[in-house]
């Protein structure tokens, strides 16, 4: 009997101190997260803290992120033409023909210094026919930037502002070698909030938005936030090294922003600092992705390539020979199966190079050699 308390009296307390020392644990754990030790500490583990590589970026590219503000005149007409034709109906003049047409309309975006010597970079949208740009850097230090160079159809500009000391400037890094899913950040001015910094993913790329803007068909696409006033501001990787300019949002959703990559920014970026023309060589076909129809009516073996829907008149390709119905398979040897994939690939030649092209053509593959030319501009053809 006395051993049988004893044994009670011992899981007893065992149980207390059991529970005690639990209950420390437990105590310890709510009032001190758990660190992991610094060798075998997770990438995720200590990423947002004081430490974590996205203040590091962001104290090294922020003073390079600058914002822009501008004035561009714009015409009015303050009571409607109708009202102006009404007068002359009459044969009166019109008591308001001598009111302001013009006027001057404010805009802001960002930008960001890629050489000690002042260029800035931004997209044209920003500055486009601007007759006064402001440029501010994040220690409020103010300069009068003059537009060296732009195109609205890469919705691309330079700036240029003077200073006898070295500025800070951004490193440009690769687009091309960026992978979905890696982290990215986002330095802007939006809504006027300046040097505001988001934090997403890279979210796809060679995304494409419709419309006229060349450069708006082959985007990267991120879910940091990117608002109005963020335009011409730099995406960076976490790294630090720019890898995209921002420019556009889909104002309907939530996490849906893009950006230019810089590796069309590389491209052209000497004849914008010059404010030389952009040239854009061509082949001068209308292009559709290929599909098991077509390849079927066309006699193909397998389902590849790119079909041609149409030629341009007078372009390199109607030269060459290329006609409705042929089908583009390689260009210099690299397999083609995109339309917009071709495009880019062209954009990467000079006007004058040429292109082997392999085709399907009349049931039979065939190879031919096209001679790049420079695209017409959309009013001349």
């Known amino acids: 009997m006395k051993n049988n308390k004893k044994l009670i009296l011992f899981f007893f307390f065992a149980l207390l101190i059991g529970t005690l020392i639990g209950a420390y644990s437990l105590l310890q754990i709510i009032s001190h997260p758990i660190q992991a030790e610094s060798k075998n500490q997770p990438v995720s583990a200590n990423f947002y803290g004081k430490n974590s590589p996205i203040v590091e970026v962001v104290k090294k590219v922020g003073p390079t992120v600058v914002n822009i503000k501008t004035e561009t005149r714009v015409a009015i007409q303050p009571f409607g033409r109708e009202f102006d034709d009404f007068f002359k109906y009459f044969g009166e003049s019109s008591p308001f023909q001598n009111a302001p047409r013009e006027q001057l309309q404010t805009g802001q975006g960002s930008g960001v210094i890629i050489s000690k010597d002042g260029y800035v970079l931004t997209n044209e949208h920003v500055v486009h026919k601007a007759e006064k740009i402001k440029v501010t850097m994040s220690n409020n230090k103010e300069y ?3 537009k060296i160079g732009g195109d609205p159809m890469l919705d691309l500009a330079i700036l240029k502002i003077d200073d006898s000391n070295n500025l800070p400037f ?10 979905v899913g890696e982290w990215v950040i986002a330095i802007g001015t939006p809504y006027g909030y300046e040097n505001t910094v988001t934090v997403g993913v890279l979210s796809a790329k060679g995304r494409k938005i419709s419309g006229e803007v060349e450069g708006y068909s082959n985007l990267l696409q991120t879910d940091a936030a990117i608002n109005r006033g963020n335009s011409g501001g730099p995406l960076i990787d976490i790294t630090g090294k720019v890898i995209g300019i921002n420019t556009a949002i ?18 052209v970026q000497d004849d914008l600092m010059h404010n030389k023309k952009i040239s854009r060589p061509y082949i001068g076909v209308y292009m559709s992705q290929m599909n098991d129809e077509y390849a079927k009516y066309l006699k193909m073996p397998k389902t590849e390539g790119i079909f041609i829907e149409g030629i341009i008149k007078n372009s390199p390709g109607e030269k060459a020979g290329l006609k409705r119905g042929d089908v583009i398979l390689e260009i210099n040897g690299e397999k083609m199966n995109l339309p917009d994939k071709l495009k880019e690939k062209i954009k990467s030649f000079k006007v004058g190079n040429k292109v082997t092209l392999k085709l399907w053509s009349d049931e039979k593959f065939k190879t031919i050699s096209v001679k790049l030319e420079e695209m017409p501009a959309p009013d001349s053809e």
Do not use: M
């Open 250 to 267: 889909i104002p309907f959703a939530q996490g849906i922003g893009f950006a230019i990559p810089i590796n069309t920014v590389k491209r």
């Open 144 to 146: 009068t930037a003059k």
């Open 170 to 179: 951004a490193e440009l890094g690769d687009s091309d070698a960026a992978q």
